[in-house]
C-alpha cells in the first residue's frame, strides 16, 4: 500500500532498506542508488540551484575560503562529491595544474558545472563531469588528493558507503573538505520542525534530509584526524545547522 501511495513523487521520501547492487554493472549500481528522476524534476532542480543559491553562497563564503586554502599547491587532484552547478569552483580551480573530477547523478548540472570551471579558468581538459554517486566512486583507490562535499551528505542513499568510498579514493594523508547542513539539537523546535519536514525535503529537493547527524558520522568515519566546525547559516533558515572543517586520511 506504501508503495502504491508515494510511487506519483518524483522522489518518495527514503525507506531504510539498502539498496540491492550488481556489482558487475555499472549503470544497475547508479540507478538502483539513485534510481532515474523525470528529466523535468532534474532539470528544475538544477536550475533552482543554479539561480537560487546566491545569498547562501555569500554567507558561506568565509567558511569556504577558509578551508579551501588547504587545496593551494601544484598538481593536486580533486575530486568532488555531487558537484551540482559547481560552486566551489571557483575557490580552487585557478591553482597551479588542479585536476578535478566532479560527479553527480544528476546529468542536468553538468551545463552548470563546465560553465562555472570555465568561468574559474580551469582547462577543460582539466575538468571532467562524471555520471555516478558517492556511494560506489569510480576511481582506483587512493588516486585522489582531495575529496570535496558541501550539501550532499544530507543527500547520498548511503552516508557510511559514501565515507568508507571517500577513505579508499583518497591517497593516504589526503583531505576531505566538508561543508553540509544538519540536524538542529535534539529537543529544539528547529529539530522538531526538521522532523515533521523531512519527508516533504526529500521529495521536493531531490533526497535531501533534514535530520541527519552528519558530522556524528563523519567524524566515526576512520579519519586520522577530523577538524570540525559548527555554525549556522540564517539565509538557509530550516536547514541553517551546519557542519564545516577537514577530515584527514
Ligand atoms: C543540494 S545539491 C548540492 C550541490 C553542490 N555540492 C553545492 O554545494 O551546491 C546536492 C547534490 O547532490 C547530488 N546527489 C544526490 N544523490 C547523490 C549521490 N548518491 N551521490 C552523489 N551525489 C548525489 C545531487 O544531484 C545534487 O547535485
Redesign the pocket.
Known amino acids: 500500500m506504501e508503495e502504491i501511495g508515494t510511487s506519483f513523487l518524483p522522489i518518495p521520501p527514503s525507506t531504510a532498506s539498502p539498496p540491492h547492487l550488481d556489482e558487475d554493472d555499472p549503470k544497475d549500481v547508479l540507478n538502483s542508488?539513485?534510481p532515474p528522476r523525470p528529466d523535468w524534476y532534474e532539470e528544475l532542480?538544477a536550475f533552482v540551484?543554479a539561480k537560487g543559491?546566491k545569498a547562501y553562497e555569500a554567507q558561506v563564503a568565509g567558511f569556504k575560503s577558509q578551508i579551501f586554502t588547504n587545496l593551494r599547491g601544484k598538481d593536486k587532484t580533486v575530486l568532488?562529491?555531487?558537484?551540482?552547478?559547481g560552486?566551489?569552483l571557483k575557490y580552487y580551480a585557478s591553482d597551479n595544474g588542479v585536476r578535478v573530477f566532479g560527479?553527480?547523478?544528476?546529468r542536468k548540472?553538468e551545463k552548470y558545472a563546465q560553465a562555472a570551471a570555465a568561468a574559474a579558468g580551469l582547462p577543460p581538459e582539466n575538468f571532467k563531469f562524471i555520471h555516478?554517486?558517492?556511494?560506489v566512486l569510480p576511481l582506483s583507490d587512493a588516486s585522489v588528493d582531495a575529496v570535496v562535499?558541501?550539501?550532499?551528505l544530507?543527500?547520498?542513499?548511503d552516508i557510511n558507503m559514501?565515507l568508507k568510498e571517500v577513505m579508499r579514493v583518497l591517497k593516504p594523508g589526503g583531505l576531505f573538505l566538508f561543508?553540509e547542513h544538519v540536524a538542529a539539537k535534539d529537543g529544539t523546535i528547529l529539530r522538531f520542525a526538521q522532523g515533521i519536514l523531512d519527508p516533504l525535503q526529500q521529495t521536493v529537493?531531490?533526497?535531501?534530509h533534514l535530520t541527519r547527524k552528519t558530522g556524528k558520522c563523519i567524524s566515526e568515519a576512520g579519519f586520522s584526524a577530523v577538524d570540525i566546525n559548527t555554525a549556522f547559516v540564517s539565509v538557509a533558515c530550516i536547514l541553517g545547522p551546519h557542519v564545516y572543517g577537514i577530515a584527514f586520511k
Open positions: 542508488i539513485h532542480f540551484m543559491s568532488e562529491l555531487g558537484i551540482g552547478t560552486p566551489n560527479i553527480d547523478p544528476n548540472m555516478a554517486v558517492g556511494e562535499g558541501t550539501l550532499v544530507c543527500s547520498v542513499k559514501t561543508v529537493s531531490d533526497g535531501c
